[in-house]
């Protein structure tokens, strides 16, 4: 894992002999990384699905940096490929079939106003040997986090299904009360993206506070907290 630090009055040194690293314990306080970072290679090997959580505090928090990068680069962040930079908590990577044959990692940073997040990194996939369809890792059903979150006043939902299912999304607030459903139907394999804005089924602004999203399917029920700051 690698750290980049700005300095600030808050600071302390340490090190070893003949080198010193300054710490600013401020910004290191700020600066939480994103966290269980996962990949997937789907559709038989065309692409690598990564997800994480958001870290547990964000404030300051502008978006996340997907980095990717060959086995002998794991110690050289300065020569890691910048895929992409999002607000989403996960990417899929369509690249990956184009790639070299070898072993790859990819890195997230959660990136502030003030500086990036330590990189966390996947565990290796292997781009060189052919992937049968039977054996493949497929699209795990999960409820993904929202994003944003906190948010005001909408948020996008994101899910994923493993296979064809029927679907119920759902909106709950903290005593249990359900506020509003966002999905009620029979749903194919893939990702999913919905859209909150904060309103009731009746059609009116809900308060500030702490809301639930819960998934249904065939097999299972899911849940994700989430915050309404108004």
Same mark, same amino acid.
């Given at each position: 894992r690698f750290l980049w630090l700005r300095t600030r009055n808050n600071q302390r040194s340490c090190g070893g002999?003949?080198?010193t690293l300054t710490i600013d314990l401020d910004l290191? !306080?700020?600066l939480r990384?994103?966290?269980? *970072?996962?990949?997937?290679i789907m559709n038989e090997g065309a692409s690598v699905i990564i997800q994480w959580q958001s870290p547990d505090f964000t404030r300051e928090l502008q978006g996340y940096s997907v980095w990717r990068f060959e086995e002998s680069l794991l110690n050289e962040p300065d020569n890691w490929?910048?895929?992409?930079?999002?607000?989403?908590?996960?990417?899929?990577?369509? !690249?990956?079939?184009?790639?070299?044959?070898? *072993?790859?990692y990819y890195a997230v940073t959660a990136n502030y106003i003030t500086d990036n997040s330590v990189a966390v990194i996947s565990d290796p996939l292997d781009n060189g040997t052919p992937v049968d369809d039977a054996d493949s890792p497929t699209i795990a059903t999960?409820?993904?986090?929202?994003?944003?979150n906190p948010f005001n006043p909408d948020t996008e939902i994101r899910?994923?299904?493993a296979e064809s299912s029927k679907v119920s999304l759902s909106i709950y607030n903290a005593a249990g009360q359900k506020i509003t459903t966002l999905v009620?139907?029979?749903l194919p394999s893939g990702m999913y993206s919905v859209n909150w804005n904060g309103v009731s089924e009746t059609g009116k602004p809900v308060a500030s506070g702490v809301y639930f999203t819960r998934l249904k399917t065939n097999s299972s029920t899911y849940i994700q907290k989430m915050l309404l700051l108004k």
């Open positions: 002999e003949g080198q290191l !306080e700020a990384p994103p966290q269980n *970072i996962t990949t997937n490929t910048l895929v992409t930079e999002l607000l989403n908590t996960y990417y899929i990577d369509t !690249e990956w079939s184009d790639l070299a044959s070898g *072993i790859y999960a409820l993904l986090e929202n994003c944003p899910f994923s299904l009620e139907k029979v």
